[in-house]
T-cell receptor
């Protein structure tokens, strides 16, 4: 069974641009969560999607948004990029909403210049 | 915010030694997960503990969930270089939501 896949793996953008990251969950998993990992703050929860609906949201500004498609694939978007948005963005899938066993993808390394 | 403090933050030991990593919080969690992460990769789930006082063994790794479900420990026996990595604990809130609160991490280096 294939794991969680994330594309692209690496991305370089400049301040003010926007970016879209993609995540394909494990087959059969219907919940997708997104996390941001930085050296200073560690892993922080961004949001969770289940059945194409955002079920939970972390403490991030509105520049961070996401969506989920009917096939459970998910995208997250960051608009008006700031230097501080440089991070590893991780997607995790689980079988259902509130199923706490989450399986992570390899992440997308975003660098904002 | 439900904070999880891990200790120690860094650990460098010789191959064959034993070690324990601690994960502590003032909050109660419905479950707690342990992950290992290698550079440039996502965290890999090692174990989930759900019941207070629960002990789970995974080969040379022993995981324990505190009786009050506020803390956990990970013990590694006879550490090997392949155990090197960042160990993260993560607690699931009692609200039923799926947002894990991650610990500060313990970076383990096992020297051959």
């Amino acid at each position: 069974k294939a794991g969680v896949t994330q594309t692209p793996r690496y991305l370089i953008k400049t301040r003010g641009q926007q970016v879209t990251l993609s995540c394909s969950p494990i087959s059969g998993h219907r919940s997708v969560s997104w996390y941001q990992q930085t050296p200073g703050q560690g892993l922080q929860f961004l949001f969770e999607y289940f059945s194409e609906t955002q079920r939970n949201k972390g403490n991030f500004p509105g520049r961070f948004s996401g969506r989920q498609f009917s096939n459970s694939r998910s995208e997250m978007n960051v608009s008006t990029l700031e230097l501080g948005d440089s991070a590893l963005y991780l997607c995790a899938s689980s079988r259902a909403w509130a199923d706490n066993e989450q399986f992570f993808g390899p992440g997308t390394r975003l660098t904002v210049l | 915010t439900q904070l999880l403090e891990q200790s120690p933050q860094f650990l460098s030991i010789q191959e064959g030694e034993n070690l324990t990593v601690y994960c502590n919080s003032s909050s109660v969690f419905s479950s707690l997960q342990w992950y290992r992460q290698e550079p440039g990769e996502g965290p890999v789930l090692l174990v989930t503990v759900v019941t207070g006082g629960e002990v789970k063994k995974l080969k040379r790794l022993t995981f324990q969930f505190g009786d009050a479900r506020k803390d956990s420990s990970l013990h590694i026996t006879a550490a090997q270089p392949g155990d090197t990595g960042l160990y993260l604990c993560a607690g699931a809130p009692q609200t039923g939501a799926n947002n894990l609160f991650f610990g500060t991490g313990t970076r383990l280096t096992v020297i051959p």
